[in-house]
Every structure is written in C-alpha cells, then in structure tokens.
C-alpha cells in the first residue's frame, strides 16, 4: 500500500473520512491543512487579503520543512489554489518519484487551478463542464456509510420535502420562500433547516424575510439523516457558478429518496430517472405533488458512489 502525503481543505467533516477511509484501505497517510486553521487566517483572508498570499506561503513553507526526508508514492491535493505555483513546483521538484493528485469540488468559476494542472499526473473535479474544458477526469461525489443506512431504517413519513442548506445567496432564500408558498398552498408538508450567518440573518429580518427553521446554529448530521428518515423528497438547489452536482443528491441517492433539483446536470447522469429526479425548470414548482405521489420503480441505494468507491477511483 502507498504512503500518501494529504494536503486538504478542511470541508467539515468530509475530509476527515476521507482520510479515514485512505486509511482504512490499508495506506499510511500523512495530512496537513492546506490552510492554517482558526479565526486568525479566516479574519486575514477576508479583512487582510494582501497579506493573506504571505501567510499561505508561510504556511506551506512550514508543511515542507516538516516533511523534509520523508518518501511518499502519493501526493494527494483535495483544492490546490492556494498554493503558489512556485511552492507546488518546489514540492513537486522534492518529490519527483511521488505521484500527485488532484481533486477539485470548486468549480473554475470560484477558483481558477489552471496554473497548477502541469504539476499533476491526475487531476479530477466534481464539475463535468470544468473536466470537459479541461481534459481531466470527472468524478462525481460520494456519500458516508450512514446515509445508505437510511434507506433501511425509515419509518412512515412526517413530511413530504426537506431542505437543508446555508443561506449564501439570496437567489437560494427566495427559491426556497417560492417552494414554501407553493407546499402551503398545496397542502405539501414542508421541513426547512436554513442556516443563515449573523450578517445574513440581520439582511433578512431588515427585509422583513421570515421563513420557518431559519437560525444561527449547526444542524449536524444527526439532525440531517432524522430529517432524511421522516421525509419522502428532498429540494436541491444548485449554485448558478458549477455543474458539479452537491454532495446531498449524493446522500439522498443512498438514502433511497426522491430528488426535486435544478441542475440540469443531474438528468445526463446515469442514475437519472423521472420516478426519482424532478428538474424543475424556472423554479416551476407545479409538477412536484404528483411526482412526490409515484412511487420509485427501482429501490436501489447506488453504491457505486460510495466514499470507498470514491477514494478508489482517486487514487487508482
């Protein structure tokens, strides 16, 4: 097995399975931030952003000096525009028999790694039309063991939709005001988790915006997969910069529910079905009572995109 060198970004909690996962498929992972963590470099990135590229390079430099000496097969990026083409080069020069990998879940839209790709033997992204443009591997991603647990442990139906989701953008809270308008009117029984940052929660109450379970806290997985279990579909509203679909139809796909989307990516997938999928077009919630009504036709949970699944194909 491969001792692979792990230079992540920190994604919740996803990346510390990923490397758990590595782990557990018998390879010896060494793993450092591609950040430093905490408030200091989060209050420098976005007040202090001249001296932001300094205190990266900073911390790289501290990432190479700590592995000085050591040997690894594999040098695994997950995002890698924040490195310094000079550092990727100065890493890539001092590990020349190394194989590096590349993994992108930011579309080219939000950062632009072109630089990077030459220092790569494989780079992959969650974005089709990114792995299109630029001749690299699309894969998809994944969902965690207990989201496949879901689709054997739930019960009768509480709700007929839920969405979970931050309130980053605007678009995103008015989509999700114009699905809760149309389950009032239709008698659709809706569960909202809209997780909103101080600053946005002050610009919507200023508007007068007021939708039930808007709040300040973290909901956990724990109180995603209760929500999942009492639900028949879930509403997935996709970010206008990226094609790449979300890590929750993922999810939902292993929990065996029904998807309501807006990414036209997700009907040129090969799990797509209509007894499944609802793409909504314009946000034309109109076809959704009846779609929640019929039933799956195929109960399979998709095990192909699993985590393990996953790091295989990344690292193969």
Same mark, same amino acid.
């Given at each position: ?24 498929? $018998?390879?010896?992972?060494? *793993?450092?931030?591609?950040?430093? %963590? ?25 990432? @190479? ?31 020349? =028999? ?10 080219? #839209? ?8 030459? !220092?790569?033997? #494989? ?18 991603? @994944? ?30 809270? =008015?989509?999700?005001? *114009?699905?809760?308008?149309?389950? #009032?009117?239709? $008698? ?7 997780? !909103? ?6 610009? &919507?109450? *200023? ?9 300040? %806290?973290?909901?956990?997985?724990? /109180? +995603?997969?209760?929500?999942?279990? $009492? ?12 094609? $790449? ?10 929990? /065996? ?8 990516? +997700? ?15 314009? &946000? ?22 699993? &985590?393990?699944?996953?790091? %295989?194909?990344?690292?193969?």
């Amino acid at each position: 097995m491969s001792r692979i060198l792990f230079i992540a970004c920190d994604y919740y909690a996803y990346t510390d399975r990923i490397e758990a996962e590595m782990r557990a498929a $018998g390879h010896t992972v060494r *793993r450092f931030p591609i950040e430093p %963590r905490g408030w200091r470099n989060k209050a420098v990135r976005r007040f202090a952003k001249g001296r932001h590229q300094a205190s990266l390079d900073a911390h790289h430099a501290r990432i @190479f000096a700590a592995i000085e000496g050591e040997r690894f097969d594999q040098v695994v990026f997950l995002q890698v525009h924040q490195y310094s083409l000079t550092n990727l080069e100065r890493l890539r020069a001092a590990l020349p =028999d190394a194989r590096f990998t590349l993994y992108n879940w930011d579309s080219l #839209k939000t950062h632009d790694y072109r630089p990077h790709l030459a !220092c790569f033997d #494989k780079a992959a992204t969650f974005d089709p039309a990114d792995a299109q443009a630029l001749g690299i591997d699309y894969l998809p991603l @994944f969902a965690l063991p207990e989201y496949y647990d879901v689709a054997t442990s739930r019960g009768v139906s509480e709700y007929d939709i839920y969405f979970v989701g931050s309130v980053h953008s605007l678009a995103r809270f =008015d989509a999700v005001k *114009r699905l809760h308008a149309y389950c #009032k009117a239709e $008698g659709l029984r809706l569960k909202l988790y809209l997780h !909103c940052s101080p600053p946005r929660m002050a610009q &919507l109450l *200023r508007r007068g915006e007021w939708l039930p379970g808007m709040t300040l %806290r973290s909901i956990g997985t724990d /109180g +995603i997969l209760d929500m999942m279990r $009492g639900s028949v579909g879930v509403f997935d509203f996709a970010s206008q910069q990226q094609s $790449g679909l979300t890590m929750r139809v993922f999810e939902n796909l292993a929990a /065996g529910m029904k998807i309501i989307a807006t990414n036209p990516q +997700i009907a040129r997938e090969p799990f797509y079905s209509s007894d499944r999928i609802l793409l909504l077009e314009q &946000l034309d919630f109109a076809p959704v009572k009846a779609f929640l009504g019929e039933p799956l036709r195929d109960p399979r949970t998709f095990g192909e995109y699993s &985590l393990s699944n996953w790091v %295989r194909q990344l690292l193969g």
